[in-house]
């Protein structure tokens, strides 16, 4: 294939929706399944987390990354650890 800048992208054939149809039945006819989703994932609304976001000091941030490769497990849940850790009910 040529490179981008050489490609004429003005004269390119747009693909129709009913051309897209057909290259779904086709799919669905070879494989037996339905065409793998594109794109990033819908994200699930979980009740034990939520999305926040938060300034930390960069000392802070490195210590809760070398703890989290020391223990192999992710930087946030050392975060998330010691908060519990010092939360009063």
Known sequence: MKKTEEFPF????KVGASE???FLKAYETTFGEKPPL???PTKVPSEKYRD???KIHPRALQWTTSEARR???G???VINETLLQHVVY
């Open 10 to 13: 003005d004269r390119a054939r």
């Open 20 to 22: 897209r149809q057909k």
């Open 38 to 40: 594109r794109g990033r």
């Open 52 to 54: 926040i976001h938060i």
């Open 71 to 73: 223990r192999g497990i």
């Open 75 to 77: 930087y946030q849940t």
